[in-house]
């Protein structure tokens, strides 16, 4: 099993959690939900990392579940900043020193401020990116939530 900076962080730490490794070929684009149908989980509780731009500057992280859309006029309210967009993959990619489809809210290159939609907390785990395609790692929200200092909104529509 590969080690990746995500997984790294999370066995410094400590944190309980579970690796899954699976087939990422067939895609087509959609990794979220490829994701949830390979592990057999709810959408509701694979989420994806999604990089967001604040008022044409700063990047930040926002995690929703794989059955939901980001909201990023409520992301740009618990960030307080006028405006989120979707950032451009390649800053989304530089930023973090992963690959679109498989960037972990773990240990990115440029730790950036994150949020989380407030539907991770109705379970006991959840399963976010491994750092690479065909890696989910299965972890408490609340830990994920304490290690990153993580914002807890509703941010999914």
């Known amino acids: 099993m590969a080690q990746t900076p995500a997984i790294a962080l999370l066995e410094k730490h400590r944190i309980a959690h579970r690796i899954i490794e699976f087939s990422s070929a067939h895609h087509a684009g959609d990794y979220g939900r490829s994701a949830a149908a390979e592990l057999g989980q709810s959408e509701q509780q694979v989420f994806k990392t999604l990089m967001v731009e604040l008022d044409g ?62 539907s991770a907390l109705t379970f006991d785990e959840i399963f976010v990116s491994g750092g690479r395609r065909g890696l989910e790692i299965a972890v408490a929200p609340q830990a994920l939530i304490d290690l990153l200092d993580t914002t807890v909104a509703a941010i999914s529509g």
């Open 57 to 118: 500057k700063r990047l930040a992280v926002a995690m929703v579940p794989v059955a939901g859309q980001l909201d990023l006029k409520a992301v740009a309210q618990a960030f307080a900043a006028r405006k989120a967009r979707m950032a451009n993959p390649q800053d989304a990619q530089r930023a973090t020193g992963y690959v679109v489809g498989g960037i972990s809210p773990l240990a990115q290159k440029k730790r950036a401020p994150s949020l989380i939609d407030a």
